[in-house]
């Protein structure tokens, strides 16, 4: 079982104000060559609400850039984590926030296809939740008219929720597209107290990307192994359903911010699972 491990943006980035996740604004040009020196093959973009005009993804030179440093590092960008929705969502209650976030989609969607993206993470999480059936209808009249788009440049639109898979796979079919799939989170999943291994079987041909984190039900992040993930089950279900795609790292921080050493720690620990399901 050979898929492309990557890891989220800024992980690779000592954080200054104690963010667990962030753009690293000062320093995304350099996590290129750490990501090929520890040994990863991608890296998934981060477009947060902070700064996100001066984004280096949405300017033409700096795609040029992105694309430049993917090149020169074997390092690939295939997935982009947009998490300016969790700040703006989707279905914010005020329509004009909401237009304003299906006009900046758009926007990323054609940029990030410049770079190679094939994936923009949606959080529909926290204060984005999708708590009703009316949250999902007014996520879907804004995803529903960039669909078209989507097919055109090939971009999968993977939703994060708390749903559970079987309501996750509904709400993805419903939307009649294979541009529009799930992106899953192990360990916020195992934190839900959902059974990780057994939803990735449910959600077989909806699964639009994977993020690989630790926890405890109810509980924080954690270095991997030590949560209430079932690895081997993840790992296993991952390979009965075929899934292809690139999983991403997005594991607990070393307390310390000792990122290099951290993120090889984490990717080791991934490879060791690839090993025994060959």
Known sequence: MKLPIGIMQGRLTPSTDGRLQFFPQDNWENEFSLAAEIGFDCLEWVFESNDWPVNPLLSSTGSIRIAELSMEYGVAVPSVCADYFMDFPLNHPDVFVRQHSAVLLRDLMVQSHKV???????????????????????????????????????????????????????WAS???????????????????????????????????????????????????????????GVFRSLKNIGYNRPIILQAARDPEDRVQENARKNLNFVRGFFGTLN
């Not at 984190?213 to 030590?226: A, E, F, T």
């Open 116 to 170: 190679g993206v094939k994936t923009i993470l949606i959080p529909v999480l926290e204060k984005a939740e999708v708590k009703s059936r009316a949250d999902q209808e007014d996520i879907k009249s804004v995803l529903g008219p960039l669909v078209s788009l989507a097919e055109e440049l090939g971009i999968v639109l993977g939703l994060e929720c708390s749903l559970p898979a079987a309501a996750s796979a509904e």
């Open 174 to 232: 419903s939307f009649k597209t294979p541009q529009i799939k799930i992106y899953y989170d192990v360990g916020n999943a195992t934190s839900y107290g959902f059974n990780a291994a057994r939803e990735i079987q449910e959600l077989s041909g909806f699964l639009g990307g994977v993020h690989i984190k630790d926890r405890n039900l109810n509980g924080p992040s954690v270095p991997l192994g030590q949560g209430g993930v079932d690895f081997n």
